[in-house]
């Protein structure tokens, strides 16, 4: 029963259709004890031949009308209870989308998509019923059983209702045996769900890759144990299920056997008449589902537990990023970096050492490196993705970005990723993202900008082109490119490319980084990038090897300092006017 005192916060906001749909319950329960009097006492009248036209049309008028009240007040509690349930379900539903949605990227990392979406679907379903269908079989159990013994009793014989309820105690044993058992059996089997659910989204994600390098049989074959897996541990759940219904069904059958058994001596003896027997069978008979239900009721308080277990873990994980702001200043001014060492949480090497520079406003910073020497890193703690911790910190206008509200803090970056995300909609509305009331023009001028207007206006639908899920209609610069009008409309005061200009060729890279220089005078960019190219005209060029600043400066005090970027560049440099060269040959050899 803890699930619904943990549930108890819901039950008080929906107090007024609860109690509504249990009076209803109430009212039902007691017209459904009309007929069984009325046929007791017809028989009666029929075995006395004392049955009259009028008393006959006199119980139908009254059968009739109680089904008419039976049909009204069931309907009520159905739209009251199972409409609350529902309403619980959209809260539940939204409370952990705003749990998502406030988590820090470490979250996700031990976190699977799989198992996230499982949590807001299959478990969010379970305490839904529980809260629905879960009332109605505890209500209905009590409340209709309840009103069932007690007219058993009075109307009919004390001691025959206790004589059918002697096998009653063994089902509410056994039943709740198996709803111990059930709950356990139903984790695991949630489990294996979510586990099927990842693997599901992980394989549609990336069916590129499992086509080009011929892996469907095996990812089939991954997919297959997995879902047999689910199959196995829904079974074993299946298997306590299925318990359920015959214990309950042969525990009526002894009550029915003790009955008429016993009751047939009382009727021989005089104790009660043929037709209190016939009402005592009739209300044996809608003892069936009270007896049931308390069944099921077992049955889904058990799933709805561990349903519930599973989203209060979600609920109670404390963000590894904090929210406690000590100012109500908007952040703006000069960027510094003070960080000796930081290690992302979970890893043991430490991924940034000795790292201290200054970005003065409106100045551009470039960040170049190999793979994997710490590029990104800058960028995630300058997000406040991750934090740093004591004396380590990242700075704006002299104050550390943690004393800082983190929406205002983010509000001022204007970000595009490596991995570039694009909504499965519109161009139009993937451009304007942050502001889908922003109008056309300034949709189409920050597509001028990341210099791909044109490739749009050469789409058949143009802006209303519907890209696929994550950009998969586009190529690779087309998405950079459209990511980077996405954070040019917002006019940032930080831009943020995050080696963001990689599958696009030089001569577009020069452009658009033409037209960010051009238009965003005194406003601050940050760049990293693989192409000394890309950060040739920055202010403030570092060069990153594992996690430490190697060397720093502008362009020209870099390359006559003959170091790694100055090879480097050489080298790019040299490449890049080879296949310009080669480019020309073969398109004069084509024109003559």
Known sequence: MRVFKNLGWFFKLEKKSYITGLLMLVLVALLELVPPQVIGRVIDRITTETLTSNALVLFGVLLLFTAILTYIFRFLWRIMIFGASNRLGRKLREQLFK???????????????????????????????????????????????????????????????????????????????????????????????????????????????????????????????????????????????????????????????????????????????????????????????????????????ERGKASYDRIEEIMNTVSDIGNTAATDDVPSGDITFNVDEFTFPGEDDVSLRDLHFTLKEGQTLGIVGRT??????????????????????????????????????????????????????????????????????????????????????????????????????????????????????????????????SAVDAETETAILRNIEENRAGKTNVITAHRMSAVRNADLILVMEDGRIVERGTHESLTKARGWYYETYKAQSLRQNLTKELDETLEGGDGS
């Not at 298997?239 to 214990?247: E, G, R, S």
């Not at 209609?473 to 995050?498: E, F, H, N, T, V």
């Open 99 to 301: 749990k998502y949605s406030s988590m820090s990227p470490a979250f996700f990392g031990r976190r699977r998509t799989g198992d996230l979406m499982a949590h807001a679907t299959n478990d969010i379903n379970a305490v839904q019923m529980t809260a629905g269908a879960g009332i109605l079989t505890i209500a209905d159990s009590v409340i209709t059983g309840g009103a069932v013994l007690v007219t058993m009793a009075l109307t009919v014989s004390p001691k025959l209702t206790l004589i059918a309820m002697i096998p009653l105690p063994f089902m509410v044993i056994l039943t709740s045996w198996y709803g111990s058992i059930l709950s356990r059996l139903f984790r695991v089997a949630q489990a294996a769900f979510s586990s099927l659910n990842d693997k599901t989204q992980e394989s549609i994600a990336g069916i590129k890759v499992t086509k080009t390098f011929g892996y469907e049989e095996e990812d089939l074959k991954d997919f297959t144990n997995l879902s047999d897996d689910v199959v196995h541990k829904n079974l074993k759940v299946a298997k306590i299920d299925a318990l359920f219904d015959p214990t309950i069904t042969a525990i009526i059958a002894i009550s029915y056997f003790l009955s008429i058994f016993f009751g047939a001596r009382m009727v021989v003896a005089d104790e009660i008449t043929l037709g209190q027997l016939v009402t005592f069978t009739t209300y044996l008979g809608m003892m069936v589902w009270p007896l049931l239900a308390l069944g099921w009721f077992f049955n889904l308080i």
């Open 372 to 501: 994997g020497s710490g590029k990104s890193s800058i960028i995630r703690l300058l997000l406040r993705e991750f934090d740093t911790a004591g004396n380590n910190a990242v700075e704006i206008n002299g104050l550390d970005i943690k004393q800082y509200d983190i929406k205002k803090l983010r509000a001022l970056f204007g970000y595009v990723p490596q991995d570039n995300f694009l909504f499965s909609t519109t161009i139009r509305n993937n451009i304007a993202f942050t502001n889908p009331e922003i109008g056309t023009a300034a949709i189409h001028r920050a597509a001028d900008l990341s210099y791909i207007h044109n490739d749009i206006e050469g789409f058949p639908e143009g802006y209303d082109t519907v890209v696929g899920e994550r950009g998969v209609s586009l190529s690779g610069g087309q998405k950079q490119r459209i990511s980077i009008a996405r954070a040019l409309i917002s006019d940032p005061d930080i831009l943020i490319l995050d080696d963001s200009l």
